[in-house]
């Protein structure tokens, strides 16, 4: 997923783009790139593949005074990374970013190549601000241009130009995340493509809804308008105080965001009771509660998906609700049956998935009702769902997620004690609050325990292979710890069902696999006899399981005990922070970039 920054004001417009686009850093990108209208209110553009610090040291040599700039840092989706590649893309006084694909570009490229058009680079990105330009050429007002140009393009994007000539800039959208900002107090105003780029720069923040043209302009007191296609003012707008705070110093004494983001965990699970029970929550909650459905369609990507299926568990346990829980990208394809008394739950930590998105489209316009359980407020999930409970993990920055998926599942878990009579009693909220307490409190105690587990995971580190298995409420977990270890050690680890081991993969299992173990009190003999297979098979046998099981302790090579007592069905969580302390040091001694692996984006706009 690309980052893109644009901002107008009375200076520094440049130093403001690039600020927020470190920002955006940690969504992963090979490239960068700013346009600007300088002092002499000419057009300038500078972009460099690499690192946002490559274009900062070319940036530097310039003696810059811009009100007026636009930024971007490009994840690759078409044409190859290099310099002429990369974005902003300009042509006769205007300069364009973009992020999402145009999925008709090849065509609308022969068209304009047949009419004479000169492309400078491969992407489909270029193609908008062509056909812009040669509208312009056609005698089109810029405004017109663009939206002619929008009606065109067909895929999920978002575009923003700089008019050279006045430093103007235009935004609109088609099913990409967008937003706005203004801060009254030093009249600038700015556009980005993720709510964390403006923090701290902002005091108001606008979410433009698709086909709203948004129009930051200088010299007037109106600094932002927001327009329909027709040109008529648009509504179609979320504005909010924005209350997300950038402190430079992020990391604090972390090495990795990854790190302070596990360290964060019990902290935000003692407070989402409070949320939720006695705080703003309540009224989310509430109206999650009143919706009415008979069966519960669950639908999410990667971690998401697995928080999903732990949610599963709940609602079918606790409140005999049948649910399917589904991978979106699958489900949005499959024509699933899905009936008008049925919800479409959907959890996702950016709120701007591609896959995700499209299920809960799917649901929409088959009638479901729609419910979230997402982080970023504001976001396109958060607008699209007829209602929305916050997961209250606050920025999450590492690629990996892991404090979104604590808050999912446990955000999960309230809504489904919401469905429960018993929920109306103080009593039962303030039980449940002291279980998330507790749940706080052995997680506090396992961060302690670092340094023992940092030791386990330099021992397998460099094994070959790894499985993560897991029976019942602890399968979910198996699949997530196997996912964090793929993604930040880049090493082959699976997640599986402990009891399907040997229907093959065991055929798998010699001394240069590890199998992480989890053997929770739930299934607790069944898990122990599936780690006896490995155990015969000579697997290097990693177990997490309860404290001064000596039978469990002798079997294992390496043995993490837990103490699970009066956690119940909060215990996945617990013993999902072994996992994810586990992949963090495995990786740590691996050496890999821990907060922006090869390969991913933080979040997957794209299909
Ligand atoms: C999790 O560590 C990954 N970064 C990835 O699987 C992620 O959970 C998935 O892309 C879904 O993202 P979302 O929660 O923002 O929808």
Redesign the pocket.
């Known amino acids: 997923m690309c980052g893109i920054v644009g901002h107008l004001g009375p200076q520094n417009s440049v130093e403001s783009v690039i600020e927020g686009l470190k920002r955006l850093e940690y969504r992963g990108y090979d490239s960068a790139g700013v346009s600007f209208v300088d002092e002499t209110n000419h057009l300038k553009v500078f972009k460099k593949t690499g690192k946002i610090e490559n274009l900062q040291k070319i940036l530097e040599e310039q003696n810059i005074s811009a009100r007026s700039c636009i930024g971007h840092t490009r994840w690759a989706t078409h044409g190859e990374v290099n310099d002429t590649n990369s974005h902003p893309h300009s042509k006769n006084e205007l300069s364009l970013v973009h992020n999402g694909i145009i999925e008709n570009a090849s065509e609308l490229r022969d068209g304009l190549l047949k009419k004479g058009y000169e492309f400078n680079s491969k992407t489909d990105s270029e193609v908008f601000l062509a056909l812009v330009v040669d509208h312009v050429e056609n005698g089109f007002e810029l405004i017109d241009a663009i939206i002619a140009t929008y009606k065109i393009v067909k895929g999920h994007s978002a575009f923003v130009i700089l008019n050279g000539k006045t430093g103007e800039i235009f935004a609109i959208k088609s099913g990409a995340p967008l937003v706005c900002g203004i801060n009254t107090v030093s009249s600038e105003v700015l556009v980005s493509s993720d709510p964390y780029a403006l923090a701290g720069m902002v005091d108001k923040i606008y979410f433009p809804e698709d086909k709203v043209l948004c129009h930051l302009s200088v010299g007037n007191t109106n600094l932002l308008n927001f327009y329909e296609l027709d040109k008529e003012k648009s509504k179609r707008y979320l504005s909010k105080k924005q209350d997300m705070v950038h402190d430079p110093a992020d990391k604090g004494d972390f090495e990795h965001f990854m790190l302070k983001e596990i360290h964060e965990q019990p902290e935000l699970i003692r407070s989402l009771t409070q949320f939720y029970f006695q705080g703003e929550g309540r009224d989310s909650l509430e109206k999650a509660r009143q919706m009415d459905f008979s069966k519960v369609h669950i639908t999410?990507?990667?971690?998401?998906y697995y928080a999903g299926l732990v949610v599963r568990d709940y609602l079918e346990k606790f409140n005999k609700i049948s649910c399917s829980p589904e991978l979106a990208s699958e489900f949005r394809y499959r024509e699933p049956l899905i009936k008008p008394n049925e919800l479409g739950l959907f959890i996702?930590?950016?709120g701007e998935?591609a896959d995700?998105l499209a299920a809960q489209a799917l649901c929409k316009e088959a009638g479901l009702k729609t419910l979230s359980l997402v982080n970023v407020e504001g976001s396109t999930l958060f607008r699209d769902c007829t209602e929305n409970l916050l997961i209250r993990a606050g920025v999450e920055i590492g690629?990996?997620?892991t404090k979104?998926f604590t808050q999912q599942v446990l955000t999960g878990r309230i809504f489904s004690a919401s469905l429960n009579e018993e929920f109306q009693n103080e009593s039962f909220k303030v039980e449940m609050t002291k279980k998330f307490a507790l749940l706080a409190q052995r997680v506090d105690e396992l961060l302690a325990r670092s340094e023992e587990i940092k030791e386990v995971a330099e021992s397998i580190y460099n094994y070959e292979g790894f499985f993560f298995t897991g029976r019942g409420v602890y399968f979910p977990v198996a699949l997530e710890g196997a996912?964090?270890l793929k993604?930040i050690a880049y090493v082959h680890a699976e997640g599986y069902a402990a009891g399907e081991l040997k229907h093959g993969p065991i055929a798998l299992i010699d001394e240069q696999k590890v199998n992480i173990a989890i053997v929770g009190p739930e299934l607790f003999e069944k898990a122990l006899s599936n780690v006896q297979e490995i155990k015969a098979r000579k697997g290097v046998i990693v177990t997490i399981g309860p404290r001064g099981n000596k039978e469990a302790e002798e079997l294992s090579d390496y043995y993490i005990p837990l103490d699970f007592e009066g956690l119940d069905e909060l215990s996945p969580l617990y013993v999902n922070v072994v996992n994810q302390l586990l992949s963090y040091y495995m990786a740590k001694f691996k050496g890999t970039d821990i907060d922006k692996p090869r390969n991913?984006a933080?979040?997957?706009t794209v299909e």
């Open positions: 999410a990507c990667g971690t998401a996702s930590q950016s998935t995700t690629v990996a997620s979104a996912l964090k993604e991913l933080k979040s997957v």
